[in-house]
């Protein structure tokens, strides 16, 4: 068999049957055998796909060099699978972890399997179920030598955008994984702050489902154009067939997570990078499991009794722009993770060639992603999007919107967080002077840990209470 792959949970079935729709034959094992009989009874039945009962046999299968794909939960279950395959796999031989994996367990792997000359590639693999069996976004990062050996598969199975696939060596060591993780985070903070955006409607205009579906069916055409957008689109229109009512009004507000927001956070804060969108999306998804205490708080907690009694066009306008300033926020704190990932772990990212295998497939597509390519084009070490002339005229010419939102939000109680913190990193960024020489006075104050001066080169301390 050309490859064969391990875990057959959806999106490890429709990567199968996406590589047999492409011409390949598969190689398929699971650790529980009835979910392997029970896909090959049914969705690979009649197809080149064959069925193996334990990863000795799956590995007999394959042709040299063998490639093994493992799609199966992150953590434990990845290292138990690579200690069984090596068991049986050879010096040269491949194995392609498609999972989502942190970046550090890819990194270590990737020193493991050197050690023992099996070829290693950590692959983020983006798109939801649909987009496995359609055509993911692939981003895999490990040895050139084994990406030249699976390109021409993920070439074909990817997404296309423009009759280019949305799949491309990423890098070094466990950098696919990397990259994988920020685009979890830039999904996260893009979903709150649409959430954000529907909810500043629906509590300040008090526009129902409906109107605000058709507000967002326009945006499907704007500069906001993106997968997310669209499916919001389709997640307004659902009615629930038990009460009637619009789906989402049914659905309980409590957001889970599987934690690569959370990674992405604790990753920038390991660079020094400021992510605050990406932050406060996973913030509020940890706030929202609070359920029972919000209701309990609804009763002693007082809010503002304000409404907003203004012209209903001149707001939807100043959401759109709200959204877009806080939407491109967010990409521009992703690629400055990414910018600074590069240069102190040694990926050499071309950064825009990750914007153009995110235009299609993955969860974060969006007509954004053209003009991020073009500024990383034109710059390939632009360290901020906010720095390239497209993105600060856009800014500057739709801040007051921006602020126009966030002003109202908080004057009406309209939680905004997301976006009220991607406004805060524009004002930050663009200070020329923060209060952080006050924080290095106290520091020195009460720790003696030295200060710099605006004046004069050198490292300072003074004795700020006379003795």
Request: glycine share 8%; hydrophobic share 40%.
């Amino acid at each position: 068999m050309d490859i064969g792959l391990i875990g057959l949970a959806v999106m490890g079935q429709n990567l199968v049957l996406n590589m047999e729709r492409n011409g390949y034959s598969v190689g398929v094992y699971n650790r529980t055998a009835s979910k392997t009989e029970e896909f090959m009874k049914h969705r690979a039945e009649g197809k080149k796909i064959k069925p193996s009962w334990s990863i000795q046999e799956l590995v007999n299968m394959l042709k040299r060099p063998r490639k093994v794909m493992i799609m199966v939960k992150a953590g434990k279950p990845v290292d138990d699978n690579m200690e069984e395959l090596l068991k049986y796999l050879e010096p040269g031989d491949i194995i392609i972890d498609g999972g989502n994996s942190h970046f550090t367990d890819t990194k270590r792997r990737y020193k493991e399997l050197t050690g023992k000359g099996i070829l290693f590639l950590g692959t983020g693999v983006s798109g939801g179920e649909e987009g496995a069996l359609k055509g993911p976004c692939i981003m895999p990062g490990g040895q050139e030598k084994a990406y030249e050996e699976v390109k021409d598969i993920f070439f074909k199975i990817a997404a296309q955008v423009d009759n280019i696939p949305c799949c491309n060596y990423i890098g070094s060591e466990d950098s696919g994984h990397f990259v994988k993780m920020v685009h979890n985070g830039i999904e996260y903070a893009d979903m709150e702050l649409i959430a954000e955006a529907y909810d500043f409607l629906k509590k300040g205009l008090r526009m129902s489902v409906e109107e605000i579906r058709e507000i967002f069916l326009k945006w499907k055409d704007s500069d906001l154009n993106s997968y997310l957008i669209d499916i919001t689109v389709d997640v307004l229109a659902a009615i629930d067939e038990e009460t009637g009512k619009p789906m989402v009004d049914v659905i309980l507000d409590k957001a889970e997570q599987k934690g690569t927001g959370k990674w992405t956070s604790q990753a920038a804060l390991d660079l020094g990078m400021p992510v605050s969108v990406i932050d406060t999306a996973v913030f509020v998804r940890n706030m929202s499991s609070f359920k029972k205490e919000r209701v309990e708080a609804s009763k002693i907690l007082k809010g503002p009794a304000r409404e907003f009694k203004g012209d209903r066009s001149h707001i939807i306008e100043a959401v759109y722009d709200s959204l877009l300033c806080s939407k491109i926020t967010s990409y521009a704190q992703g690629m400055a993770l990414l910018h600074s990932a590069s240069k102190s772990y040694n990926y050499n990212l071309k950064l825009n060639e990750i914007a153009q295998i995110w235009k299609g497939g993955c969860i974060i597509r969006a007509g954004l992603l053209e003009p991020i390519r073009q500024a990383y084009l034109k710059n390939p070490d632009l360290s901020n999007l906010y720095r390239d002339d497209n993105f600060n005229k856009i800014l500057n010419d739709k801040q007051d919107n921006w602020r126009f939102i966030v002003s109202e939000g908080i004057l009406m109680g309209i939680p905004c967080p997301a976006t009220a913190s991607s406004l805060q990193y524009y004002d930050c960024y663009r200070a020329e002077r923060l209060p952080a020489n006050l924080l290095q006075a106290q520091r020195d104050y009460f720790g003696a840990h030295t200060f710099e001066r605006i004046d004069r080169e050198g490292t300072f301390h003074r004795e700020w209470i006379a003795k």
